[in-house]
């Protein structure tokens, strides 16, 4: 063919794997049949076992998904197919409960995405949403803000053929939001993935995943919960948290030391359940503690 693909059924199953179909259970078929009619040594190979090592993984059958993608990330090096590869390999270690292992394989796909040439791939939104998500549970908020933004670049151009896709991003997508005190979109976006899903019943183990991320945010939503009031040198310490002032403008503000005011900052987060100022802000908002 002119793309260079084996033949016209290789490049109409490559496409259509890709697409996901209606179905993860035929994604997987037709990804078998891609791989099974391309050389093992060419780009269109590569992207065959990238496909059918995410439909493998989609279905949680890890130790065959693995296999493929390894060989998928050989042969396709720094491309689009090795990223996306490599971001399925991190989503594996994740859910194998190995977050090292899925750091390292997150840190390889973003080194390749954030190359110039692969500025605006659309499947780098897997890069993006895996490190964003892994990068808010090592509590590294500034960096998964990047990575949310980079993802939510791109993912308006992500059409409904790529169905999983727009799925398994956004359940990635959630608690990272969340971490950053973007709670109301976190739940945006979890609800347009329980949309997605009611329109595809075979969708591999997606929707067990949707309904743990929805859970685990539930969860931690009532942690986020104030443990107790704020006391008035809190508050006021708040309201202040809220303007562009630095901790040393605040103390002089209010006539305190910056040590005094990092001890009522520290007890604020501790209270309304964040680790930064930001989301501070943010929660305190929600709770109807801050105007605005």
Known sequence: MPDGTASLEAALAIM?????????????????????????TSLHGATALELLGIAHTLEGEFAPARQVLDQAVRLAGETSTGACSLAHLAVISLREGDEDTAFGHAQRAHA???????????ASVATYSVVAHLLCRRGELEGAAVAVERANALL?????????????????LAPALAALGRTGEAATILEEAAALLATHPDAGRLPDWHQETVRSLRLAGRRRQPSQELS???????????????LAEIGRELYLSTNTVKTHT?????????SARNPAVTRARELGLLDG
């Open 232 to 246: 008035d040198a809190e508050r006021r310490i708040l309201r202040l948290l809220a303007t562009d002032l630095s």
């Open 266 to 274: 520290r007890a604020i987060y501790r209270k309304l359940g964040v």
């Open 16 to 40: 259509a794997s890709a697409f996901g179909l209606d179905s993860v259970s035929r994604m997987r078929t037709v990804a078998q049949r891609a791989v099974d009619l391309e050389p093992a």
């Open 112 to 122: 390749i995405v954030e190359q110039p040439r692969m500025r605006g791939d659309l």
């Open 156 to 172: 308006p151009r992500l059409t409904g053929g790529f169905w999983w896709l727009m799925i398994e991003t956004r359940i990635l």
